[in-house]
């Protein structure tokens, strides 16, 4: 039965079980969703909230990125979130929000 066939046959069928097995675990461990995008980007908001309120107490105003980090609020520059500041009473309005995620409606 397994006389024809030759040992780059055999190595071949290995390598296509290998990544056959391999991607099946990939996955199956959840590696195609986009949960650690949807963590990070609640983590770099929660951050840029924090660095808001801080502004907003210290110096009565929310402020831009550029300022929070130039204040030192902020220690980093953010990668997937954005801040509308809109002047006001108080501190004026900040939209925190990031385009690259919407939760789903519901």
Same mark, same amino acid.
């Given at each position: 039965?397994?006389? =024809?066939?030759?040992?780059?046959?055999? /190595?071949?069928?290995?390598? /296509?079980?290998?990544?056959?097995?391999?991607?099946?675990?990939?996955?199956?461990?959840?590696?195609?969703?986009?949960?650690?995008?949807?963590?990070?980007?609640?983590?770099? =908001?929660?951050?840029? %909230?924090?660095? %808001?309120?801080?502004?907003?107490?210290? $110096?009565?105003?929310?402020?831009?990125?550029?300022?929070?980090?130039? %204040?030192?609020?902020?220690?980093?520059? #953010?990668? $997937?979130?954005?801040?509308? $500041?809109? #002047?006001?009473?108080?501190?004026?309005?900040?939209? /925190?929000?990031? #385009?690259?995620?919407?939760? #789903?409606?519901?």
């Amino acid at each position: 039965m397994f006389g =024809n066939l030759s040992f780059r046959h055999l /190595v071949g069928a290995l390598l /296509v079980l290998s990544f056959i097995a391999g991607f099946a675990l990939y996955v199956l461990t959840g590696a195609t969703t986009n949960k650690g995008t949807t963590g990070a980007i609640g983590a770099e =908001n929660a951050s840029i %909230e924090r660095a %808001e309120k801080a502004s907003c107490h210290q $110096y009565g105003a929310y402020a831009s990125i550029a300022t929070l980090r130039k %204040e030192g609020l902020l220690t980093f520059k #953010p990668v $997937y979130n954005s801040v509308v $500041y809109i #002047p006001g009473r108080h501190c004026g309005t900040i939209i /925190v929000g990031s #385009p690259a995620y919407q939760s #789903p409606a519901g």
